[in-house]
């Protein structure tokens, strides 16, 4: 029996990990990981052809980044998302939570920049627009953390306990636009915290963890609610096909279970990426504190020994 015209069939077999990572492409993402891979690796190619380094682990994070987005939406997981809560929502965390991470670690719009050449004087090239998108101020509004914060809790609540995210799910593209929308949210959300990409916003470190764990709790409330509930309460997994073999309460339960763990991975994952760079800059600094002393021959430690040598004239 098709499911809500997306042309899939509702009777799949019990869920297995076998049988969630059989190939089963969504044409969309399909297209859209593969053009994501073929423009970083443009820029990658343009930058070694002209001389420049590109961090190796800034390219295989973009890579795994894409990769995960391809895992969720070209397998039989997207294919089971479409009727178990608990596989939706493993679909979820990943998209909104771990992909954008792992993309915005490979810096592609400081790849982009650099890669694109510049136009010619008085003229716009996509490299000038692209640095005109990135300080308007419809940029600035959208990746500010009085918006961000916000749209990334209510991308939970008010999708999933309102009549919208039956709507979404009853149409294939609705299922897509979803599914972008929730990739879009983590890019905007995690962009100025990791900190990575130029941006309109560059907080500090601790403002950018203050802004990382201002989100997260909410995250796990979320969870509890589907895990605490006593009844199924998302209309489309409410009557799970015979064939699964599942009871719908029990997998909305293990769906809440998966979003409170869930809400510590992109927590771990940040912080460490924001000690290893807040480390970087203190290397950085000192190494430019130490070619200052180099340059000036020291002149602060000699004021401060002749500072000593005329208290001793003094003391003498």
């Not at 470190?205 to 589907?226: N, T």
């Not at 763990?261 to 807040?278: I, T």
Request: with cysteine; net charge positive.
């Amino acid at each position: 029996m098709d499911h809500s015209g997306h042309g899939m069939t509702m009777d799949l077999p019990p869920f297995t990990l076998g049988r969630g990572l059989a190939w089963s492409a969504d044409p969309f993402f399909l297209i859209a990981c593969l053009l994501g891979l073929a423009l970083y690796g443009w820029g990658v190619v343009r930058l070694t052809r002209r001389g420049d380094k590109w961090p190796v682990g800034r390219t295989v994070s973009f890579v795994a980044g894409v990769l995960s987005v391809g895992l969720m939406m070209c397998t039989k997981l997207n294919d089971y998302g479409m009727v178990m809560f608990s596989v939706h929502m493993v679909q979820h965390m990943i998209i909104s939570m771990v992909s954008p991470i792992l993309l915005l670690l490979g810096a592609p719009i400081t790849l982009t920049l650099r890669a694109l050449p510049t136009a010619g004087r008085g003229r716009k090239g996509p490299r000038e627009l692209l640095l005109m998108l990135l300080h308007s101020r419809y940029m600035r509004i959208i990746t500010h953390p009085a918006f961000t914060i916000p749209l990334f809790i209510a991308s939970l609540y008010a999708l999933y306990f309102t009549p919208l995210f039956d709507f979404l799910m009853g149409s294939k593209v609705g299922h897509i636009g979803m599914m972008v929308h929730f990739l879009a949210v983590g890019l905007v959300f995690f962009w100025p915290i990791m900190g990575v990409d130029p941006g309109p916003h560059r907080p500090g470190y601790v403002m950018r963890m203050l802004e990382l764990f201002a989100g997260m709790p909410f995250h796990a409330f979320f969870g509890i609610a589907l895990m605490m509930a006593s009844s199924p309460m998302v209309e489309t997994f409410q009557n799970p096909s015979a064939s699964l073999g599942i009871d719908a309460l029990s997998d909305q339960n293990a769906a809440g279970g998966i979003a409170w763990a869930f809400s510590e991975v992109p927590s771990v994952l940040v912080l460490l990426a924001l000690l290893f760079q807040w480390y970087a800059s203190e290397e950085r600094q000192a190494r430019r504190s130490d070619r200052a002393a180099d340059r000036n021959g020291d002149k602060e430690l000699e004021a401060y020994n002749a500072y000593l040598a005329s208290l001793n004239t003094r003391g003498g």
